[in-house]
């Protein structure tokens, strides 16, 4: 209750105030700015955008609610269709959340809990979070290359120096924070206070197109900060209580042997059990509490059976945030259909498709912990550079583009080789055999398709001719 209350409340606060000073529009110009003149630039954006305020907003809901509403009719006029627009919103809504360096305020609790530096924690966030945007960035961009979406309209990009001196000032309290947080070690709620001020002060000073935030935006962020704070502090409490009564009555350690009776037989499925529990248990909650719940409830029977601590938060913080995305009751992906205009339990269907690394990726770094920074370098690098090229190529199976269509076979041995580059070399047998031969299969699919495509243009080109 104390880190609720002391840290998570002053970056909610700190994110109602970017809300209310015109720093969401301001990311979503950027990313358009960046990522405009390419193809699918439109679904680009939202992915940018989405994942640098959904870092702070602490709640992918609202976060697909202020960014959604400018990135999700440009994906619509861009070309792509209702389902997938509000599936690529409501995925890099929820992605913000694991993306250091706030992760939506769950970094600071899990640093509490665990009684780590914050910075461990964020470097441990940091090679999961770019696999998960990888992953949709990737899928973003061959979805408009399968479907022929073009680039923004050129008036519809703005020019990047006039976006930068419209909003530079954005900059400085992100600065304050990162400075406060790891030059001069202040607690994390003093930096999150001073970073709050900045906020304001730098809106009072410069003012976003004109606009500067007077006393009824400030006191408006302060009661909107009060409403999203009331249920994460109650839930809280309530965590508390319930780590008493594990506690008290031997309920934890009922719990833990349950756990342990299963994972005995089989780990994965002991993984399984868990993920789908974290899912059921994350639904409707804000980020802050979906962890703080599943923290106190299911990870440390996770680390009594031997899975790192930080691999076993990470896990359950992982799939507690899938609960936002996976049908039946995934609110992100709802409140972005309801934006888009599609039917809600579709679009939580290709979210979770857009999504899926964020379901691969947590057993990967339970089995091996490489990928969170944990272990000797050599293995982190292999680790990190072979899961990047299997999210790549696993992607281009599950969208059926990349130099051109991929038949279903060739999807499936793209799928395939992705898989076996994710698998960490130095948890299972012979992985290095089977990262090799993941890595092998990729490059003869990747060059068989780039042929395949060559000889269609020219037979294309013959005709064309003739």
């Not at 519809?156 to 400085?172: A, L, S, T, Y």
Request: proline share 5%.
């Amino acid at each position: 209750t104390k880190i609720i209350v002391l840290t998570v409340v002053l970056f909610i606060w700190m994110g109602q105030l970017l809300l209310h000073t015109g720093a969401s529009e301001w990311f979503t110009d950027v990313a358009a700015a960046v990522m405009g003149r390419s193809r699918g630039g439109s679904a680009k954006i939202a992915v940018v955008a989405s994942g640098l305020f959904g870092s702070i907003s602490g709640s992918a809901v609202s976060n697909v609610a202020s960014t959604g509403v400018i990135t999700i009719p440009l994906m619509r006029q861009a070309g792509y269709d209702a389902k997938t627009a509000g599936a690529i919103e409501a995925v890099a809504s929820t992605g913000g959340q694991i993306m250091p360096p706030i992760m939506g305020a769950a970094a600071f609790l899990m640093a509490e809990l665990l009684e780590l530096e914050y910075t461990e924690i964020i470097l441990a966030a940091l090679v999961p979070a770019a696999l998960y945007y990888l992953a949709v960035f990737v899928q973003a961009d061959l979805e408009a290359a399968k479907n022929g979406i073009a680039p923004l309209p050129k008036d519809r990009i703005p020019p990047f120096i006039r976006v930068m001196k419209e909003g530079w000032f954005f900059v400085i309290p992100y600065a304050v924070l990162i400075y406060t947080l790891f030059t001069l070690n202040l607690p994390p709620q003093e930096s999150a206070f001073w970073a709050a001020i900045c906020v304001g002060i730098v809106s009072l000073i410069f003012g976003y197109k004109g606009h500067r935030i007077n006393f009824a935006q400030i006191w408006d962020s302060i009661a909107n900060c009060g409403r999203q704070s009331a249920e994460i502090i109650v839930i809280g409490a309530m965590a508390g209580i319930i780590i008493a009564i594990l506690d008290r009555t031997g309920l934890g350690q009922a719990l833990t042997l349950i756990l342990a009776a299963v994972g005995e037989d089989s780990l994965f499925l002991l993984l399984v059990l868990t993920a789908i529990v974290s899912i059921l248990l994350g639904m409707g909650m804000p980020t802050s509490a979906i962890y703080l719940l599943l923290a106190t409830m299911i990870a440390p029977s996770l680390i009594k059976l031997g899975v790192n601590p930080i691999a076993a938060h990470m896990f359950v913080l992982y799939f507690g945030l899938m609960s936002m995305i996976t049908p039946p009751v995934a609110i992100a992906a709802f409140a972005a259909a309801s934006l888009s205009g599609a039917k809600p339990m579709e679009t939580g269907a290709t979210a979770v498709r857009l999504g899926w690394i964020a379901y691969v990726i947590p057993f990967v770094f339970v089995l091996s912990p490489s990928l969170l920074g944990q272990g000797d370098l050599a293995n982190i690098v292999m680790a990190t550079v072979t899961a990047f090229a299997g999210v790549w190529i696993a992607s281009c199976g599950l969208i059926g583009y990349l130099f051109g269509p991929l038949s279903a076979i060739m999807r499936l041995l793209f799928f395939v080789s992705g898989i076996l580059l994710l698998l960490p070399a130095d948890a299972i047998p012979n992985g290095l055999l089977i990262n090799a031969a993941g890595l092998i299969l990729g490059v003869i699919v990747v060059m068989k398709d780039r042929a395949s495509n060559k000889e269609r243009r020219k037979a294309a080109k013959a005709a064309a001719a003739e």
